[in-house]
């Protein structure tokens, strides 16, 4: 199944959006879900670098990784990665304005830290990379935008080197039929749309090579996640950072969704 949104549609979308993320996602230029625990709290800032924390326990990144950052961003996470663990990192986005500011932002580290970390414009559908390039491959809230997910999964499983390591989170979709409100606020405004319920996923992961090792529904903390954005975006409404109003109203119907049955979010671990 492919969407009737495309690769341009996608860099359009964070190329003019970038802004207004910084705004009350993070002025940092991080854009992701968090995992919400006790210790986060209903800290949505402190979730998101919870989620990355999780990720890179459960990654067994070390310091002889090669690490494929999917959909990098502003290479925010890739950077955190490469200053917890000394391994070489290779972030790509199909965003040029994010590609480049993470390129920036690594020029501007210590010479050996910058060393070990490479940004570059790419789709995550012809990957520029040789086959078993990487012992890693990682992504955060990237596949759900590209229109031919089956070709981002074909090209992460040839680019792993074998016994390698995938390890992403993804939006899914539990049934077929959603609401029109789900429909104009999750699925239009984010261009987006997907063939996989969770378990669905499994079985197309499983058909492309890889061993599924873990897999985790975390639906909750999404919906959590979209509570506290919509608080976030009236909060800087309120402080006069701008008219967020649509947001919020977007955000209530993101979470309503997620109750409704109509959107998910799961993690996935695989080897190849």
Excluded at 121 to 149: C, M, N, R
Excluded at 159 to 173: E, Y
Excluded at 184 to 202: A, E, I
Aim: charged share 25%.
């Amino acid at each position: 199944m492919q969407s009737h949104f495309t690769e341009q549609d996608t860099e359009r979308y964070y190329d003019t959006e970038e802004a207004n993320y910084r705004l009350f996602w993070d002025k940092e230029g991080s854009v992701h879900w968090g995992y919400f625990t006790d210790a986060t709290g209903g800290d949505f800032l402190a979730a998101s670098a919870y989620l990355n924390e999780l990720m890179l326990a459960k990654s067994g990144i070390d310091k002889s990784s090669l690490v494929l950052d999917i959909g990098c961003g502003n290479g925010n996470t890739a950077i955190w990665i490469a200053e917890n663990r000394p391994c070489k990192i290779t972030g790509i986005d199909l965003s040029g304005v994010r590609a480049g500011n993470a390129a920036e932002a690594a020029a501007k580290l210590d010479s050996e830290l910058s060393a070990r970390l490479r940004f570059e414009k790419a789709s995550a559908t012809a990957l520029p990379f040789e086959d078993g390039s990487f012992s890693h491959v990682w992504s955060q809230a990237t596949i759900y935008h590209v229109p031919d997910k089956e070709a981002v999964l074909d090209e992460a499983y040839r680019v792993l080197a074998k016994g390698g390591t995938f390890i992403f989170d993804d939006l899914t979709k539990p049934k077929p039929q959603v609401s029109e409100q789900a429909q104009k606020y999750v699925y239009d405004r984010l261009l987006y749309d997907t063939p996989f319920s969770f378990t669905g996923y499994q079985d197309s992961l499983k058909a492309h090579g890889f061993e599924v090792v873990e897999a985790e529904d975390l639906s909750s903390h999404l919906k959590t996640s979209y509570e506290k954005l919509r608080e976030m975006a009236g909060d800087a409404t309120a402080r006069g950072l701008g008219d967020f109003t649509g947001l919020v109203t977007a955000y209530e119907h993101m979470a309503a969704a997620i109750t409704e049955g109509d959107l998910g979010w799961a993690l996935y671990v695989c080897k190849k």
